[in-house]
């Protein structure tokens, strides 16, 4: 199963590159991630334990596997929703609003609340070729999931 893990460590890497470019476009470019920027990584950090888990524990191969799919998966309807409010076939949500629910009301409050620059979902702030994060993040999710997939089913049919 060299294959299988020479896969696996590359998902592992671009993971982290994935990550790395993200807050590298947050902090060092100063382009602001909406709420649903933030939750798409999440599938990156998920994906990064799991390898590593898989990596380590050397056990339950299969079980990592679909779960690394499922994640992918997830990851790919996250984004496909994002894309969806960028281009104004889906209403935001208050997924994208989580911050607002300050309920103090005192003027220095709404004052400081005023001064928050809040980024819409619907604002792509940073684009590579003209495509949006969230689009790329699509495309990049499915492949990764057909590759988990097709790894799962590799490692069934040969266990």
């Not at 103090?104 to 620059?117: C, G």
Request: aromatic residues 14%; glycine residues 4%.
């Amino acid at each position: 199963m060299i294959h299988q893990k020479t896969t696996l460590h590359f998902i592992l890497l671009f993971s982290i590159f994935a990550l790395s470019a993200a807050y590298f476009i947050e902090y060092i470019l100063g382009h602001q991630p909406c709420n649903l920027c933030l939750i798409e990584r999440i599938p990156y950090v998920v994906s990064i334990v799991i390898i590593l888990l898989f990596i380590f524990i050397q056990k339950f191969e299969g079980f990592f596997l679909i779960i690394l799919s499922i994640t992918f998966i997830i990851a790919s309807i996250i984004s496909f929703y994002h894309f969806g409010i960028e281009q104004g076939f889906i209403k935001e949500s208050l997924v994208c609003d989580l911050n607002s629910n300050n309920t103090d009301l005192t003027k220095e409050a709404l004052l400081n609340q005023l001064k928050e620059v809040t980024v819409s979902c619907k604002d792509a702030t940073f684009k590579i070729l003209g495509l949006s994060l969230a689009t790329i993040n699509i495309f990049t999710s499915l492949i990764i999931a057909t590759i988990t997939i097709k790894l799962f089913l590799t490692y069934e049919k040969n266990k």
